[in-house]
Protein backbone atom coordinates (compact mmCIF):
# COMPACT_ATOMS: atom_id res chain seq x y z
CA UNK A 1 0.00 0.00 0.00
CA UNK A 2 1.43 3.47 -0.49
CA UNK A 3 1.42 6.16 1.52
CA UNK A 4 1.01 9.80 0.68
CA UNK A 5 1.88 12.69 2.56
CA UNK A 6 0.96 16.16 2.89
CA UNK A 7 2.64 18.70 3.81
CA UNK A 8 1.29 22.30 4.29
CA UNK A 9 3.08 25.23 5.26
CA UNK A 10 0.44 28.61 5.43
CA UNK A 11 0.40 32.12 7.03
CA UNK A 12 -1.52 31.73 10.41
CA UNK A 13 -5.00 31.54 10.47
CA UNK A 14 -7.04 30.49 13.48
CA UNK A 15 -10.02 30.05 11.12
CA UNK A 16 -7.73 28.16 8.87
CA UNK A 17 -6.28 25.80 12.21
CA UNK A 18 -10.43 25.40 13.24
CA UNK A 19 -11.25 24.30 9.89
CA UNK A 20 -8.20 21.55 9.72
CA UNK A 21 -8.95 20.16 12.94
CA UNK A 22 -11.84 18.75 11.65
CA UNK A 23 -10.76 18.38 8.36
CA UNK A 24 -8.46 15.78 10.36
CA UNK A 25 -11.05 14.06 12.17
CA UNK A 26 -12.84 13.36 9.22
CA UNK A 27 -10.18 11.85 6.90
CA UNK A 28 -8.56 8.48 7.58
CA UNK A 29 -4.82 9.18 8.96
CA UNK A 30 -2.79 6.14 8.06
CA UNK A 31 -2.28 3.56 10.69
CA UNK A 32 0.72 4.98 11.92
CA UNK A 33 0.52 8.42 11.76
CA UNK A 34 -0.51 10.62 13.93
CA UNK A 35 -2.26 13.94 12.01
CA UNK A 36 -2.35 16.76 14.04
CA UNK A 37 -3.26 20.35 13.42
CA UNK A 38 -0.64 22.87 12.14
CA UNK A 39 1.79 24.48 14.60
CA UNK A 40 2.74 27.65 15.41
CA UNK A 41 5.97 28.34 14.07
CA UNK A 42 8.00 31.61 12.67
CA UNK A 43 11.16 32.35 10.34
CA UNK A 44 14.27 33.16 11.74
CA UNK A 45 13.51 36.82 10.77
CA UNK A 46 9.78 36.60 12.64
CA UNK A 47 7.33 35.78 9.90
CA UNK A 48 4.63 33.90 11.64
CA UNK A 49 3.41 30.83 10.03
CA UNK A 50 2.05 27.53 11.05
CA UNK A 51 2.93 24.38 9.66
CA UNK A 52 1.70 20.66 9.40
CA UNK A 53 2.69 16.94 7.97
CA UNK A 54 0.08 14.59 7.63
CA UNK A 55 0.12 10.76 6.15
CA UNK A 56 -2.62 9.26 4.55
CA UNK A 57 -3.85 6.06 3.25
CA UNK A 58 -5.48 6.94 -0.62
CA UNK A 59 -6.86 3.46 -0.46
CA UNK A 60 -9.39 5.44 1.94
CA UNK A 61 -8.88 9.05 1.17
CA UNK A 62 -9.45 10.47 -2.73
CA UNK A 63 -5.93 12.20 -3.09
CA UNK A 64 -7.95 14.85 -5.10
CA UNK A 65 -10.67 15.05 -2.51
CA UNK A 66 -7.92 15.55 0.20
CA UNK A 67 -6.01 18.17 -1.61
CA UNK A 68 -8.85 19.68 -3.64
CA UNK A 69 -10.88 20.46 0.28
CA UNK A 70 -7.89 21.47 1.38
CA UNK A 71 -6.53 24.08 -0.76
CA UNK A 72 -9.43 25.21 -1.56
CA UNK A 73 -10.44 25.94 2.00
CA UNK A 74 -7.51 27.03 2.74
CA UNK A 75 -6.71 30.18 -0.16
CA UNK A 76 -9.50 32.16 1.36
CA UNK A 77 -8.63 32.13 4.58
CA UNK A 78 -4.54 32.28 4.95
CA UNK A 79 -2.69 35.07 2.48
CA UNK A 80 0.03 32.92 1.24
CA UNK A 81 0.77 29.07 1.49
CA UNK A 82 2.63 26.22 0.32
CA UNK A 83 1.05 23.07 0.44
CA UNK A 84 2.55 19.80 -1.17
CA UNK A 85 2.18 16.33 -1.36
CA UNK A 86 3.73 12.94 -2.50
CA UNK A 87 3.51 9.18 -2.64
CA UNK A 88 5.19 7.02 -0.62
CA UNK A 89 6.34 3.40 -0.57
CA UNK A 90 8.33 3.40 2.36
CA UNK A 91 6.03 0.48 3.78
CA UNK A 92 6.16 -1.81 0.76
CA UNK A 93 8.97 -3.73 0.39
CA UNK A 94 11.60 -2.19 -2.33
CA UNK A 95 11.43 -3.00 -6.34
CA UNK A 96 14.45 -2.38 -7.09
CA UNK A 97 13.09 1.02 -8.99
CA UNK A 98 14.67 3.52 -7.44
CA UNK A 99 11.49 5.77 -7.88
CA UNK A 100 9.48 3.56 -4.91
CA UNK A 101 12.23 5.82 -2.42
CA UNK A 102 11.12 9.09 -4.30
CA UNK A 103 9.85 11.65 -2.13
CA UNK A 104 9.58 14.64 -3.89
CA UNK A 105 6.95 16.76 -3.58
CA UNK A 106 4.33 17.61 -6.22
CA UNK A 107 2.58 21.09 -5.62
CA UNK A 108 -0.52 20.16 -8.12
CA UNK A 109 -2.42 17.70 -9.96
CA UNK A 110 -2.74 16.82 -13.57
CA UNK A 111 -6.43 18.26 -13.90
CA UNK A 112 -6.21 20.80 -10.73
CA UNK A 113 -7.52 20.94 -7.04
CA UNK A 114 -10.95 22.02 -8.73
CA UNK A 115 -12.58 25.17 -10.22
CA UNK A 116 -9.95 27.52 -10.93
CA UNK A 117 -7.48 26.12 -8.14
CA UNK A 118 -4.27 24.72 -10.59
CA UNK A 119 -1.48 24.61 -7.84
CA UNK A 120 -0.98 24.32 -4.24
CA UNK A 121 0.78 27.04 -4.16
CA UNK A 122 -0.49 31.12 -3.48
CA UNK A 123 0.44 34.57 -2.40
CA UNK A 124 3.95 35.19 -1.68
CA UNK A 125 4.87 32.99 1.04
CA UNK A 126 8.62 33.49 2.35
CA UNK A 127 11.82 32.60 0.68
CA UNK A 128 13.23 31.01 3.94
CA UNK A 129 10.30 28.60 4.60
CA UNK A 130 9.05 27.63 1.34
CA UNK A 131 10.44 24.26 -0.12
CA UNK A 132 10.95 25.13 -3.77
CA UNK A 133 13.16 28.05 -2.77
CA UNK A 134 17.23 27.09 -2.53
CA UNK A 135 17.37 28.87 0.63
CA UNK A 136 14.67 26.55 2.73
Not at 88 to 99: A, I
Not at 103 to 120: H, K, V
Request: hydrophobic residues 35%.
Amino acid sequence: MSIHMIRATTARSPTLRQWVTTWLTNMQAWAEADNQPPTDRETDDGVPYMAADWRFAWGSNSKATLLGNLIGYARPYADWGVVGWHECYHDTPPTGNPEDRNCTFEYGLPDGFGASIQSGVWGDPPASIDPRSDSA
